[in-house]
């Protein structure tokens, strides 16, 4: 039986993740914040689960909520980093505070606990490490800039690790599963200093949904990025392709997909400072419009040579037709 370790496992994606993992005969061990919400957690999603709590962002509580879980499961054979935190405001209505804030839990929060994973893994010779992104990590929105630049800065820091860990010949592997638009809390929860409710951009996706592919992917380690559903495929696609046209589109598009109505209140605080006593569950509220399914794609080195091989013999047939 394997063990696997999520952060961010309170609610949300992570509470999904977790879920799924147990179900299908993983020890599961569950780091967030709030103490009595990752104890219901636990309760709720049974078996072998394990809990203990972090501020991710704090790289002393999680490496002591690491090692309060090895004593009780053992140490993780998979790590999945899916902890976040967002904002829902104009750039310059950010304070530094709050971008600082933000960036730490979302992206530090990651790097932190891709730091302790490798402990454990290096030690024994083997692992998985996982990493939630999410399609903003190739194309930007507006209105929530120091998610989107966290989740980039993810993507950074992995494909910086994967190159250290083929170049050091480790049987560790390293994958990035970059994430639709979710049915989670943290619309509800989020901090926002603009007179509107949140709302993910449609299509809107279950997060349990999703959660499968984070099981795929944990099935197939060899795999380095995973795509979710088509808007993740469109974006990531397009902004290879047309990012300066992107833009545009953006511009005069996502900012109204962003919110489902007018809000009674300009700002809200949300959990960016303090752990919400409300909304720790996997879905938001916006159930009766989600996806329930969902597909996904496996990007990997072969597939990249077989692609390579196509463009040559289409380049060499060209040259005969010609």
């Not at 496992?9 to 992570?14: C, D, I, K, Q, R």
């Not at 569950?30 to 104890?39: K, P, Q, T, V, Y």
């Not at 992206?107 to 990493?131: N, P």
Request: with cysteine; hydrophobic share 50%.
């Amino acid at each position: 039986m394997k063990t696997v370790y999520v952060t961010g496992a309170s609610a949300g994606l992570g509470r999904a993740i977790a879920a799924i993992f147990s179900r299908e005969k993983f020890r599961v061990g569950l780091i967030a914040r709030d103490e009595d919400s990752l104890a219901e957690a636990a309760t709720s999603i049974g078996g072998g689960t394990a809990w203990a709590t972090a501020d991710v962002s704090i790289f002393e509580e999680l490496d002591t909520a690491a090692r309060k879980l090895e004593a009780q499961i053992g140490p993780p054979d998979i790590w999945v980093n899916a902890a976040m935190a967002t904002i829902f405001s104009r750039f310059e209505d950010i304070s530094a505070g709050e971008f600082a804030r933000a960036t730490n839990v979302t992206f530090l929060g990651s790097v932190y606990g891709l730091q302790i994973a490798l402990r454990y893994m290096k030690s024994r010779g083997q692992g998985h490490l996982i990493q939630i992104g999410s399609a903003l990590a190739y194309r930007a929105i507006p209105l929530q800039a120091p998610y989107c630049a966290a989740k980039a800065a993810i993507r950074g820091a992995v494909d910086s690790l994967r190159c250290e860990l083929i170049h050091d010949k480790l049987p560790i592997n390293i994958t990035m599963v970059q994430m639709p638009a979710m049915n989670t809390p943290q619309f509800d929860w989020a901090r926002r200093h603009i007179a509107q409710q949140p709302q993910p951009v449609p299509p809107i996706y279950a997060p349990q949904a999703c959660a499968k592919a984070v099981l795929w992917a944990a099935r197939h380690p060899a795999r380095r990025e995973v795509w979710v559903g088509k808007p993740s495929f469109e974006a990531i696609i397009a902004n290879k392709l047309f990012p300066a046209l992107m833009d545009y589109y953006m511009a005069h598009r996502a900012f109204e997909q962003q919110f489902e109505k007018p809000a009674q209140e300009h700002d809200s605080e949300g959990n960016l400072f303090i752990p919400s006593t409300r909304f720790h569950r996997i879905e938001g509220h916006f159930s009766k419009r989600q996806i329930s399914r969902t597909f996904w794609f496996g990007t990997s080195w072969w597939q990249e040579i077989a692609f390579f091989v196509l463009v040559l013999l289409a380049f060499a047939l060209l040259l005969v037709i010609l």
